[in-house]
Every structure is written in structure tokens, then in C-alpha cells.
């Protein structure tokens, strides 16, 4: 099984701040990546797939990056509504679907 | 736009079952597969198997192999845990994959519903 481990579990930070979010595979996944944004009490939220492409109507201050077995996400300007838990999913090989334990971005 | 709406939460004991329900709306229900995961508190979220609707074929969990049914109807997702145990107690959510094709799955989640919450207790 391709085990997920996001970085770091808690990040804190301020509005207009950039936020940097890694997830790192136990093995190479290729471009088989996506990002997810959840808030308490909401449906989870496709942010970015296939490592980078931004899902419909992602503001353009999330960004994806990475490759093989390391990736990134980046909120620039960061915005107090970006206050959310951060996952992000493999779909690379079955076991498909597994999750990284998340990032909670706070003030 | 695209919805997925679950049912409300549910409280239940040990032993019991619970069926969740997940209705669709706004695409063409059979073009998508549709994916059950959970997500107990403090855990990270537990993928336990996906549904296509076109032809009521599974594909299930090693993890819920023996206690979980996926089952569809025109437009709605079901899910069946059943031999509940207290830590069974978590959201049960429904997702569409976004692959679209002949209800397949492969690809990542382009929509969620809103949560089920299920609490084992006696």
C-alpha cells in the first residue's frame, strides 16, 4: 500500500501570508496527486489534480507542485476562509485512494 | 450544479447496521462512479469502496470486505456497514470520480457529499 505523510500537522499562520504544505508517497505515484480542502461541518473540496491543475473554480492562489514522491501545495496571499484542514490523495495504484493524516492551517 | 446530499445522522448499537443514502443530482447519475469513505475523529480519511452505477458492480475495501453493500437506484448511492462496533463511530461520506466514464473509477474526487454522522454506542 502507498502510504501518504503529510507536513506539517499544524501550521499557523497570519492573513496575506504564504503556506506551504508537503505530502510525500512511499513511493513514486507519477502525476496521480490531488489536494483536498475540508472544513468542519462541510463537504471536503477538490483543490488541485494531477499534481498542479486547479479544479474548477480554485482561486489562483493555490498552487500545486511536485514530482515522483514529493509535492507541495502553496496558498499564497493567504486568506482567512483558507483556515481548513489540507489533505492530499493518491489514485496512482490499488490500493487506490489513500489519504494523507492532513494539515490543519490556523491562525 | 453537481450535488451529492446524504442523509441525516444516525445513532446506533453495537451489533446493528446502518444504511446510508447519497442522492444525486444535476449530472448523468450512471456516467460516475460514486466512492464511500469514512473518517473517524482524529484519523485521516479511509477509502471502503465505490459503486458504479450502471451496473451495481463493487469493488470494496479489504478493510470492509465482509461487513459493507454498496447498492444504487436511479439516481441515489447506497451504503450498508453492518456487525457495527464503537469504533465504526465516524463520517461516512459519498464522492463522485471524476473519471465519467461508463461509471467507472480511477480518478480523483471532483465532488463529496456533506457528511453522514454514524455513533456506535450502547
Known amino acids: 500500500e502507498i502510504v501518504m505523510t503529510q507536513s506539517p500537522v499544524t501550521l499557523s499562520v497570519s492573513p496575506g501570508d504564504r503556506a506551504t504544505l508537503s505530502c510525500r508517497a512511499s513511493?513514486?505515484?507519477?502525476?496521480?496527486l490531488a489536494w483536498y480542502q475540508h472544513k468542519p461541518g462541510q463537504a471536503p473540496r477538490l483543490l488541485i489534480y494531477?499534481?498542479?491543475r486547479r479544479a474548477t473554480d480554485i482561486p489562483a492562489r493555490f498552487s500545486g507542485s511536485g514530482s515522483g514522491t514529493d509535492f507541495t501545495l502553496t496558498i499564497n496571499s493567504l486568506q482567512s476562509e483558507d483556515l481548513a484542514v489540507y489533505y492530499c490523495?493518491?489514485?496512482?495504484?490499488?490500493?487506490?485512494?489513500?489519504f494523507g493524516q492532513g494539515t490543519k492551517v490556523e491562525i | 450544479q453537481v450535488q451529492l446530499v446524504q442523509s441525516g445522522a444516525e445513532v446506533r448499537k453495537p451489533g446493528a447496521s446502518v444504511k446510508v443514502s447519497c442522492k444525486a443530482s444535476?449530472?448523468?447519475?450512471?456516467?460516475?462512479?460514486i466512492h464511500w469513505v469514512r473518517q473517524a475523529p482524529g484519523q485521516r480519511p479511509e477509502w471502503m469502496g465505490w459503486?458504479?452505477?450502471?451496473?451495481?458492480n463493487t469493488k470494496l475495501s479489504d478493510v470492509f470486505q465482509d461487513r459493507v453493500s454498496l447498492t444504487r437506484d436511479t439516481s441515489t448511492a447506497y451504503m450498508t456497514l453492518s456487525r457495527l462496533r464503537s469504533d465504526d463511530t465516524a463520517l461516512y461520506y459519498c464522492?463522485?470520480?471524476?473519471?465519467?466514464?461508463?461509471?467507472?473509477?480511477?480518478?480523483?474526487?471532483?465532488?463529496w457529499g456533506q457528511g453522514t454522522l454514524v455513533t456506535v454506542s450502547s
Open positions: 494531477d499534481i498542479s
Open positions: 490523495q493518491h489514485y496512482h495504484r490499488w490500493p487506490l485512494w489513500t
Open positions: 513511493q513514486s505515484i507519477g502525476t496521480d
Open positions: 459503486i458504479n452505477p450502471a451496473n451495481g
Open positions: 444535476e449530472y448523468s447519475f450512471t456516467m460516475y462512479a
Open positions: 464522492a463522485r470520480d471524476s473519471l465519467g466514464h461508463g461509471g467507472f473509477a480511477g480518478q480523483y474526487f471532483d465532488y
